[in-house]
């Protein structure tokens, strides 16, 4: 048990040592960008309105001051730390003043339910045909699936989902295209809106689910075909045990491991959002948050985002690393 | 047999979720409760807004603008229509006459009308726009306090239906400020504001509107906004054309443009902002109910804007106007056009748009001059104008095009443009020797011996027709042997561009009222007093950093003169006099907006046989366009 917790806090430094890189790392990027949220602020103004030359010096020098922009570049940085660890990635440049954590939390919740949720999904039904694929090599329901799985694996999401956007959205419409609900909806928790949300959800989650299956089933269907060999799966079917403990208690816990690592990984990007996916469908959530941000030149929201998917990688990281002897009883804390 | 039980139920359920989608979609019904012939759908272009529930329109980056907010829940003084108009181009709006200013232009009176009303059943008056000025004064940083503070001295309020604002210094223009062309100076609630803290920090949340329309309800998550037509839309400004025709407006984000034309031909979205010109073509084909604002080809409405190749004057290669023009004749325009719009361009030759008023004030009077004027290449003198370019762009079209392609002059003129520069590589040639240049082998060389590298800056995907008509004019330049090169700027375009970090690019530093002759509205920025220094960030919207003495007298004459004074016009043609013979930038086109307007559940919408209003809905002058709408079923 000693060893245990001290491989954890080990962990757990190396752990905060990651994020303190990668959050510095960010910082240095999105300060470096050639993209001045002031200037983008101005061009937004002057775009189309009727703002004369002098007004423009004095607006750009008054936004400096109110957007914090003013102090030296350590100053600005002590600031940041100041408030990250107060979890304060203070105001959006682009949506001043509102808080970078507002426009974070309001995002989050639509990206979250809809990657786990696909990703769950996926990863059960890709490992769970993977694996039944890998032992009963010679079915041929199984072998189609997995040519189908071939052939969808390499597709871009964003091919995927635009077919899906044709077919359900114009040939056969049945499925809204765009948006995470119907609009004038009330949203309140009820059923309509629950409903709604789920409708609105069928197709960004098919077109993460349609490639993503393939990956999960290929990558199942090798382990279990390797693991199969192994004499002791052998050994028990000489010894008589039934096919489905064998698959399932023997083949597929052994096989398991890597998955369940790539899982945690998976699951820890979810903070990245599914941009692509999310400017295809038009779907609320943390990848169209960053995009426009980046866009925008607005390194506060940036920073916010990016520091939670730091933050959102590493502790998965560590999550599978602390929990990883529990699952698989060769690796010792030792 | 375990397999096959597992696999049977995988495939079960599959088929269950699919059954049952129907059942739980209802046809794509995105609308829970709003009847639909009394709603019109527009879209949006600022996309989805992720601060969706901020309204202070008067902070800068607040929020969103063109949900709704400034279209139909503000107010100002005066409107120019970029078009006809309902009952003229000026109207006067929350004034009830046209600006009134002493002899030296340092004083403007305003008259307000009376009976009209905030949504929450206050008057407005003149002590709110007096609120508006003073408080914007004392926050520079809101949208319009930079401008407030530097023009004025005070303003009063002598009863509650007159305004009077005492000016820094003399100023004929200041009331464009309060005139819109997209959008103007709106006017504040002083009864909200004046209880805030800091108006800087207050979201305005459930806005109380001064426009026909008030908030709805609106998607947290940016996507939806729905305005309401007030009880008492009489006592606003728009209530002297009528009722408006829908109940309900819909401002929303469609996504992008493959989803615009899915929505509008499922009749989801009554009116496309834009779009690319294959989607307008597709919609034009496959829907009978699609309009553009013109009846057929090229289908676009040309916006008041000049898109043009914009040279970095203060870069070495282009200060010399031989090179300038050198480059000019080396484009293939109608290569630009079809590469760019698909044929669907309006073009100009001259530094103006040609829309609105201007064909008929500024190009067509003009012809004549341009068909005269002449190029000095250092060997002969040349006359590049050719005034049928406009012409063989639509006999080009017809082929394939057909019926849709007008022959007759006036309307081929009005929807493709007049005439343009010919090209002229042998006179190119002559221009760039005449300048020093030479070609060595396939290569031309500056002066100084090195390759004549030129990039030219586009947006990239976000503006698919300027990055095309780049693409265009890169492969018109390496054609006769300069090292032209594509620079996709993206994101960093405004920063780019205000700091000078380019060669050429293709964008606009001309824009006018469209509606309305006078051409302060871009010109006063071409003065020379705004050039920045090489290095430093450049003030919109001289984005070439020109300095000319002879246009910084154009410039200063319209100063002392009146907005409607005649001898503007006059002005006007001397400054495109001068920008033909300098050519500091090339102008190219109109940036025509493919605004899509389906009359499945709307009819009487504007267009170019009746242009009563500009449709583009994220314009603040679309809202005229509410008042003509009428259910089609």
Not at chain 2, 17 to 45: K, V, Y
Not at chain 2, 101 to 125: C, H, P, Q
Not at chain 2, 557 to 565: E, N, P
Not at chain 2, 605 to 617: K, L, Q
Request: aromatic share 12%; hydrophobic share 45%; glycine share 8%.
């Amino acid at each position: 048990m000693r060893a245990f917790i001290i491989y954890g806090l080990k962990r757990l430094g190396q752990f905060l040592l990651v994020v303190f890189i990668g959050v510095n790392i960010a910082y240095i990027i999105t300060h470096a960008t050639p993209i001045d949220p002031v200037e983008q602020s101005i061009a937004a103004v002057t775009a189309y309105g009727n703002t004369s030359p002098e007004a423009i010096d004095l607006m750009r020098e008054s936004l400096r001051e109110l957007y914090g922009l003013k102090g030296s570049p350590l100053e600005q940085y002590a600031t940041f730390w100041r408030r990250i660890v107060t979890g304060d990635f203070g105001p959006s440049l682009s949506s001043f003043p509102t808080p970078v954590m507002t426009l974070i939390a309001r995002a989050l919740p639509w990206t979250a339910g809809l990657l786990l949720t696909s990703t769950l999904l996926t990863w059960m039904l890709g490992n769970l045909l993977g694996g039944l694929a890998g032992y009963y090599r010679d079915n041929k329901t199984l072998k189609l699936i997995g040519v189908i799985a071939m052939g969808l694996h390499p597709v871009p999401y964003y091919i995927s989902g635009f077919v899906l956007l044709v077919v359900f959205g114009y040939i056969w419409p049945i499925l809204p295209i765009t948006g995470g609900s119907d609009i004038n909806i009330n949203q309140q928790f009820d059923l309509n809106h629950v409903v709604s949300i789920l409708k609105h959800s069928i197709l960004p989650a098919a077109s993460l689910m349609l490639i993503g299956i393939g990956s999960w089933f290929l990558g199942m269907r090798s382990l279990v075909s390797n693991v199969v060999t192994e004499d002791y799966v052998t050994y028990a079917q000489l010894g008589g045990v039934s096919h489905q403990r064998i698959l399932f208690s023997y083949v597929m816990r052994n096989a398991m491991v890597p998955q369940v690592t790539g899982l945690a990984m998976t699951l820890g990007t979810i903070f990245n959002g599914a941009i692509i996916t999310e400017q295809i469908f038009g779907y609320p959530g943390i990848g169209a948050l960053l995009v426009g941000a980046v866009y925008a030149g607005d390194y506060g929201l940036v920073l916010g985002v990016t520091t939670f998917s730091i933050i959102g990688v590493s502790a998965a990281v560590l999550l599978i690393d602390l929990i990883y002897p529990l699952l698989d009883p060769r690796v010792e804390a030792s | 047999m375990k397999i096959k039980r597992i696999m049977s139920r995988v495939v079960a359920a599959i088929g269950i979720g699919l059954c049952t989608l129907p059942a739980i979609s209802t046809a794509q019904s995105a609308f829970s409760d709003l009847p639909r012939n009394e709603t019109l759908i527009l879209e949006n272009p600022e996309g989805t807004i992720k601060n969706a529930g901020w309204f202070n329109i008067w902070a800068i980056s607040g929020g969103g603008q063109s949900t709704g907010l400034h279209q139909v829940g503000m107010d100002t003084f005066w409107y120019i229509d970029p078009e006809k108009g309902l009952d003229g181009v000026w109207d006067n709006s929350l004034a009830s006459d046209k600006p009134i200013y002493n002899a030296d232009f340092t004083e403007m009176r305003v008259k307000l009308r009376k009976g009209i009303f905030w949504s929450d059943g206050v008057e407005f008056t003149a002590a709110d726009v007096v609120y508006t000025v003073e408080t914007q004064i004392k926050n520079p940083a809101m949208r319009w306090g930079a401008v407030f503070n530097l023009n004025v001295a005070s303003v009063t309020a002598p009863d509650p239906t007159t305004v009077v604002f005492k000016l820094k210094k003399p100023n004929s223009r200041f009331h464009a400020l309060f005139t819109v062309r997209w959008n103007g100076a709106w006017i504040m609630p002083k009864h909200v504001f004046e209880k805030v803290a800091d108006p800087l920090k207050f979201d305005f949340a459930n806005p109380i509107s001064l426009g026909a329309y008030v908030m709805k309800s609106f998607d947290p998550d940016g996507k939806w906004y729905i305005w309401q037509l007030r009880d008492d839309w009489q006592r606003t400004s728009l209530g002297r054309f009528g009722k408006p025709g829908p109940k309900y407006l819909v401002y929303m984000d469609p996504g992008p443009p493959e989803k615009r034309v899915i929505a509008q031909l499922n009749h989801q979205l009554d009116v496309v902002h834009d779009i690319a010109p294959e989607g307008m073509f597709t919609l034009a084909k496959q829907s009978k109910t699609s309009l553009g604002w013109f009846k057929g080809f090229p289908y676009g409405h040309p916006d008041p804007t000049l898109p043009a190749l914009i040279f970095n004057t203060q870069n070495e290669m282009f200060k010399n106007k031989d090179v300038r023009w050198a480059l000019a004749l080396l484009i293939d325009i109608k290569g630009v056009s079809m590469a760019s719009y698909r044929g669907a361009a309006t073009i100009s030759a001259i530094g103006i748009p040609p829309t609105g008023t201007h064909p008929s004030v500024y190009h067509g009077p003009m012809q004549d001059w341009l068909k005269a004027f002449e190029v000095d290449t250092g060997k002969r003198k040349i006359k590049p104008y050719d005034p049928n370019m406009g012409k063989e762009i639509a006999d080009s079209l017809r082929p394939s095009m057909g019926a849709q392609i007008p022959t007759d002059r006036k309307q081929i003129d009005a929807a493709f443009g007049m005439g343009w520069w010919k090209p002229n590589p042998t006179a190119a040639k002559e221009l760039l020797e005449k300048a020093g240049y030479k070609k060595v082998g396939a290569q031309w060389m500056t002066p100084e011996g090195k390759p004549f590298t030129i990039r030219v800056m586009v947006e990239g995907d976000t503006r698919p027709i300027m990055t095309r008509a780049g693409s265009m004019i890169v492969q018109n330049w390496k054609q006769f042997g300069i090292d032209a090169k594509v620079d996709v700027a993206q994101g960093t375009l405004p920063t780019r561009r205000s700091a000078g970090d380019f060669d050429t690019f293709i964008g606009w530093s001309v824009e006018t009222w469209g509606g309305h002759p006078d051409l302060s509205y871009f010109l006063d920025s071409w003065h020379s007093q705004f050039v920045a220094e090489v290095g430093k960030p450049q003030p919109a919207r001289n984005w070439q950093r020109w300095a000319n003495p002879e246009l910084d007298k154009i410039i200063e004459t319209i100063r002392t003169i009146g907005f409607d004074d005649p001898r503007g016009i006059e002005l006007g043609k001397e400054y495109v006099k001068l920008i033909t013979r300098e050519m500091p930038i090339i102008p190219l086109m109109a940036y025509n907006v493919f605004t899509v307007m389906d009359e499945t559940y709307w009819k009487g919408w504007p267009n170019s046989a009746n242009p009563y209003a500009n449709p583009v809905p994220n314009w603040g002058n679309s809202r005229y366009m509410l008042v003509k709408l009428k259910p089609a079923k």
